[in-house]
């Protein structure tokens, strides 16, 4: 059985003294994660050092970054490298999501290289893919995201794949309070754990965890994450609340 992936994004909120207060205020809700279960939080960089030290209290919950660059050092002005990473104790990175795709125009091959970069350094990649509204509209949904794979996966082998984990994030349900129904999510993530099969072996489409995103909170979690191919969430609105990310690690340990 696949274990089930919480990650919390918390785009850009969130300081070094609010951080220290909600992972505070998590440590007192979130008091049990089954074996089966994996939780996360991605605080913004500047935050991710007081997060460490808050998390030393909260072993159960790891550490996440929203964000690294693909070379190792150098003249890369307001960009953060693995190593520094690595120093604090970060051991999953969010690559490719939407909004560093379209605010900050990362492409599939810059995504390609971030992820190059982090599965080669021992991290494990948390790859967003996902269609936008009219490329659901008009149909081109699967293909968009077979695109997104192939591109974000090129040159990766196959024995850095226990490395990567997919978000599948369809733009329209992010932070817009709509969802994709537990039938559009599991569609896709069959989908996409198919092409995976196919770029790789079964054996690791089988294990790679494959996780929802967009707008999903305690009133719709239980629905989406009992979907056969769904092994998560990826959340951003309902991270940021103690309470409802509590409730949503809850209902993961039920489904474990
Ligand atoms: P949301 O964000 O839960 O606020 O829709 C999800 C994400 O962007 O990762």
């Known amino acids: 059985m696949r274990k089930l992936i919480i990650a919390g994004n918390w785009k850009m909120n969130n300081g070094p003294s609010a951080t220290r207060s909600l992972l505070a205020q998590m440590k007192e809700k979130i008091t049990d994660v089954k074996e089966n279960v994996r939780v996360l939080v991605c605080p913004p960089s500047v935050s991710l050092p007081a997060a460490a030290e808050a998390l030393n209290d909260l072993p159960s919950v790891d550490l996440g970054a929203q964000n690294v660059h693909f070379e190792e050092s150098g003249a890369y002005t307001g960009e953060i490298s693995t190593e520094m990473l690595s120093e604090l104790g970060v051991n999953y990175?969010?690559?490719g999501h939407s909004e560093r795709r379209e605010y900050f125009g990362e492409t599939d091959e810059i995504i390609n290289k971030k992820v190059l970069r982090l599965v080669e350094n021992g991290f494990i990649a948390i790859i967003c893919v996902g269609e936008r509204l009219e490329e659901r509209k008009?149909?081109?949904y699967f293909d968009v995201v077979k695109t997104q794979l192939k591109g974000a996966l090129k040159k990766v082998p196959f024995n850095r794949m226990p490395h990567v984990?997919?978000?599948y994030e369809p733009v329209w349900a992010i932070g817009t309070g709509e969802t994709a129904s537990p039938e559009q999510a599991q569609e896709m993530h069959?989908?996409?754990?198919?092409?995976?099969?196919?770029?790789?072996?079964?054996?690791?489409s089988e294990s790679l965890p494959i996780l929802y995103?967009?707008?999903m909170k305690p009133g719709n979690a239980a629905e989406l994450l009992s979907q056969p191919d769904v092994d998560g969430g990826l959340i951003g609105g309902a991270s940021l609340k103690a309470d409802d990310f509590a409730q949503i690690v809850e209902i993961a340990n039920q489904q474990r």
């Not at 069959?190 to 690791?204: N, P, Q, T, V």
């Open 93 to 95: 990175v969010i690559v």
């Open 138 to 140: 008009d149909g081109s």
């Open 165 to 167: 984990v997919i978000a």
């Open 190 to 204: 069959a989908f996409i754990r198919k092409e995976i099969a196919s770029l790789y072996e079964k054996s690791e």
């Open 213 to 215: 995103g967009g707008s």
